[in-house]
């Protein structure tokens, strides 16, 4: 028995509501410092022994206090990044005036693969084949991988054999969460989900 522990990076610094997806330059906001904080106060206390992250700059951020606590070595996998998104630098985080400019309305004719970006399919693999190789470098032990919203919650319904497609409303994956996935061999046996940072006030930021 082993587990993967799918941790969602804290609040961005995004004034502007943009969804910002892959691009550099967006980092946590102080409520996303503190989410991270949190996650890492509640994942210190577990047997980690491998940390990995996201390339990108708020998922680096979120798993530094944890390597603090441990002196844990923070790796880098670039298959937890974010999703690609065809809509990526637009104002429409959150869903936001995203029907309001018919030059997107083209990006939504297949809801279903999603015709915006990133198929599900290969968002589900790539994360698992990531939380696999984490599983495996920590030997037994317990690790921690770094990442966005939507590679947490494509992993967690492709593990659960559930429908790729979804309603992005119905997300049970918070700023900061952590969605644990345990395995019995190669085999994912159960999951489960805490949100360490629920009790911190709301920001002004984004997630993603």
Not at 17 to 39: C, D, H, I, T
Not at 99 to 121: A, I
Not at 131 to 148: F, I, K, M, S
């Amino acid at each position: 028995m082993s587990t993967v522990h799918l941790l969602r990076h804290g609040e961005v610094h995004n004034p502007d509501g943009v969804l910002y997806g892959r691009l550099p330059g967006f980092r946590l906001s102080e409520l996303g410092e503190r989410q991270a904080q949190a996650a890492a106060d509640w994942l210190a206390a577990r047997d980690v022994a491998h940390l990995v992250a996201s390339p990108l700059e708020r998922a680096q951020q979120t798993a530094a206090p944890l390597a603090a606590a441990t002196g844990l070595e923070l790796h880098t996998d670039d298959r937890l990044i974010e999703a690609a998104s065809k809509l990526e630098g637009r104002p429409v985080a959150g869903g936001k005036n995203l029907l309001r400019d018919p030059g997107n309305w083209k990006y939504f004719l297949n809801p279903l693969r999603p015709s915006w970006g990133e198929p599900y399919t290969q968002i589900a693999e790539r994360v698992l084949a990531a939380a696999r190789a984490a599983r495996d470098a920590a030997g037994g032990r317990e690790a921690v991988c770094v990442t966005h919203q939507l590679p947490v919650v494509a992993a967690r319904r492709k593990a659960e054999g559930l429908r790729l497609a979804h309603d992005p409303r119905s997300r049970q994956c918070a700023l900061a969460s952590v969605t644990s996935l345990h395995f019995d061999g190669d085999t994912i046996v159960g999951i489960g989900y805490v949100e360490p940072a629920a009790r911190l006030p709301s920001g002004r930021g984004t997630g993603a």
